[in-house]
């Protein structure tokens, strides 16, 4: 229950906070180091499954810790796809 609210909520003040930072290498220090795909997928605007597919593709940068999760850095996903947050 109380870890699940605090995943939530921890994803909306990623996104809230990416969307208020003027560039990549601006996010603010609280922002977690390691994302999800889920995440990463609100800040995008697509599917979880898109960024899973554009990891498996090599289009973005992951990390796997254990053999299940898979991590992200939002920096270096934003980065190797040329998406600057301004724009």
């Not at 699940?4 to 601006?26: F, P, R, V």
């Not at 554009?54 to 810790?65: A, E, F, S």
């Amino acid at each position: 229950g109380q870890l699940k609210s605090d995943i939530g909520q921890s994803a909306l003040t990623l996104t809230d906070c990416c969307m208020k930072t003027n560039t990549i290498n601006e996010l603010p220090e609280k922002t977690p180091k390691l994302v999800t795909a889920k995440d990463v997928a609100e800040v995008l605007a697509m599917t979880p499954r898109n960024v899973y597919n554009l990891y498996h593709d090599k289009k973005i940068p992951g990390y796997r810790l254990g053999d299940k999760s898979l991590r992200f850095r939002l920096p270096k996903v934003l980065a190797a796809l040329e998406i600057n947050l301004n724009d």
